[in-house]
């Protein structure tokens, strides 16, 4: 599972699932390989997907876990990325926002794992698209391998006037995974009748007192939408969206990147790792070795 989501399930607060307990083991989406069954749909040595955590073995009645089998040019990891939960985020909260040919669409976070798979498919789409990032070799990867059509890193002290240039027919689709100020420098420049995809917050996480947008009134002036998607709600789409994927992976019009952390005992230092923006493309934790396959 997103390891965003991960941190928010640490918070006592309302959310899309309950609050993890004391001393619960870490929800996660993994790969795994079925060492005992009693279940009739599976036997040993079957490889499966599932909400299965941060264990190296896990006890399943089966409802929660299915069996998987890459797509042409794809890998079993796939299904942990670009045909995962980042994945699906990106296909359904973008093409949701029904980006035209022709759109300015804004992706901050855009060198992770949701947010460079959005943009590939807002390029898919036809839209010029401007990706927001926090380092110099993350916004050359974002234009040199992906093919966005600008890079800002945020970190730049002259990342509002670069916004501004770069954006001179404003923006109609911003798709946020960051929150904080970042969103409020593009509710600046939204567009009429823009739209704004709230997929993600991670500026504000790790706040006791999370910061609320101070330019919302462009939603008013702008004729603008702002609304908020948890992926799991489109599961009856999931296959729709697999078959698009795998069709852009094997035309090459979508490229991924993972960045593997070594150990599940190394899984907590991947998480901090996630939020001081240490990775490039889709973050999982290698839980044991190949002839194993198990993999969280």
């Known amino acids: 599972m997103d390891r965003l989501a991960m941190r928010g399930w640490m918070n006592n607060t309302r959310s899309y699932m309950k609050p993890l307990e004391i001393n619960e083991i870490m929800r996660s989406n993994a790969i795994g390989e079925v060492v005992l069954s009693k279940h009739p749909k599976f036997k040993v040595g ?52 029904k980006p035209k040919p022709g759109d300015t669409v804004v992706i901050s976070g855009a060198a992770g794992a949701t947010g460079s798979v959005a943009g590939q498919i807002a390029k898919i789409k036809g839209a010029r698209v401007i990706g927001i990032a926090g380092s110099e070799e993350k916004c050359d990867w974002l234009v040199n391998e992906l093919g966005f059509d600008i890079a800002l890193n945020y970190r730049d002290p002259e990342f509002v006037n670069k916004l501004a240039k770069a954006t001179p027919r404003y923006i109609d689709v911003y798709f ?15 567009a ?60 090459g019009k979508i490229k991924r990147r993972e960045f593997i952390i070594e150990g599940l005992e190394n899984a907590p230092e991947g998480l901090l790792k996630l939020f001081d923006g240490q990775n490039i493309g889709k973050m999982m934790v290698k839980v044991s070795d190949e002839n194993i396959k198990s993999k969280l």
């Open 176 to 190: 946020d995974n960051v929150g904080g100020d970042i969103l409020d420098q593009c509710l600046k420049r939204i």
């Open 46 to 97: 079957d490889i499966v997907h599932g909400f299965l955590g941060w264990q190296k073995y896990a006890l399943t009645h089966g409802k929660d876990i299915k069996k998987i089998t890459p797509p042409p040019g794809a890998f079993l990891h796939d299904f942990l990325g670009i045909f995962g939960s980042t994945g699906l985020t990106a296909y359904f909260g973008l093409l949701d926002s």
């Open 192 to 251: 009429k009748n823009g739209r704004i995809v709230l997929c993600g917050a991670i500026s504000q996480y790790n706040e006791a007192q999370p910061k609320g947008p101070a330019y919302y009134t462009a939603l008013i002036t702008q004729r603008a939408k702002m609304e908020g998607f948890i992926f799991m709600d489109y599961i009856k789409r999931y296959p729709e969206a697999i078959k698009d994927i795998s069709k852009w992976l094997q035309e």
